[in-house]
């Protein structure tokens, strides 16, 4: 094994799962760098706003509207903003960290709009997914993604970032709720074709994601990518490249 395959490797007490038939993955941040794209994009939008900004503040400012440090999206999630006004106010947030004055609301749309052109460019996959993909495809293992975002808006994220490959998708839109809510998974199961207990979800999010899971019936597995976490789980990935090994390496594997 060479260091650059060994890199993809390591696992964080992750123990075997039970048998497992098809995976569902989370997309934003787990399967598509959307932190690094949203970092990228708000720089490049604040390029003007924020030239005298010290660098610092102005990196502090970017993660913190990548990240929502404003707690916008999950309202957004709970029907409470629109989608442009949970951005609009991560942008205020943003701006209001280096002391500056957010564009004026009637700019926000057109901010929000040159946002999303730049950004959609900056989408990409993280390093280990289709290394991982290719690991499912050859143990014949079905796989999609079940994502707290629209449809149509995930569908185009993952053909823009090289996944197109990935047919099985759900949306929170299409779902009827977003994760934890159970209906997510529950369609993404039934899209898959497998039984409940028999799919693995692969998320981020310990809460959304893996609790979710395991309260819809199925299995979960933290993908801690940063390990930052506070989470007692002992089903914790650092990256994808194990999986398709823990999958197989559990006694009630059969191969196809």
């Known amino acids: 094994m060479d260091n650059a395959t060994s890199a993809l490797n390591p696992i964080h007490g992750a123990r075997s799962v039970a048998r497992v038939e098809g995976v569902l993955f989370d997309i934003d941040d787990t399967l598509v760098d959307l932190n690094a794209a949203a ?15 010290p660098g610092g503040l102005r990196e502090h400012a970017a993660r913190d509207y990548a990240d929502d440090g404003a707690g916008a999206y999950e309202r957004y999630m709970a029907g409470e903003l629109t989608f442009l006004g949970q951005r609009a106010e991560r942008i205020r947030r943003a701006y209001g960290l280096v002391g500056l004055d957010a564009p004026p609301a009637e700019a926000l749309g057109v901010w929000s709009a040159r946002y999303e052109d730049v950004v959609q460019g900056m989408w990409a996959p993280f390093p280990d ?7 499912l495809d050859a143990l014949s293992i079905p796989y999609g993604a079940v994502s707290n975002n629209v449809e149509d808006y995930q569908r185009r994220k993952l053909e823009l970032s090289g996944l197109g490959r990935i047919e099985v998708l759900v949306g929170s839109d299409t779902a009827g709720a977003p994760k934890p809510d159970p209906r997510p998974f529950h369609a993404g199961c039934r899209l898959l074709g497998t039984a409940r207990g ?10 959304n994601d893996v609790q979710g899971a395991i309260d819809a019936g199925l299995q ?8 930052d976490h506070k989470t007692r789980s002992t089903e914790i990935l650092q990256n994808l490249g194990s999986l398709a090994a823990i999958i197989t390496g559990n006694p009630g594997f059969l191969a196809h």
Request: charged share 25%; hydrophobic share 40%.
């Open 220 to 227: 979960g597995i933290l993908l801690d990518r940063a390990p």
């Open 39 to 53: 970092v990228k994009g708000f720089h490049f939008l604040t390029s003007e706003d924020f030239k005298d900004v």
């Open 198 to 207: 028999a799919t693995l979800y692969v998320g981020d999010n310990p809460v």
């Open 129 to 135: 997914v289709h290394d991982c993909l290719d690991a």
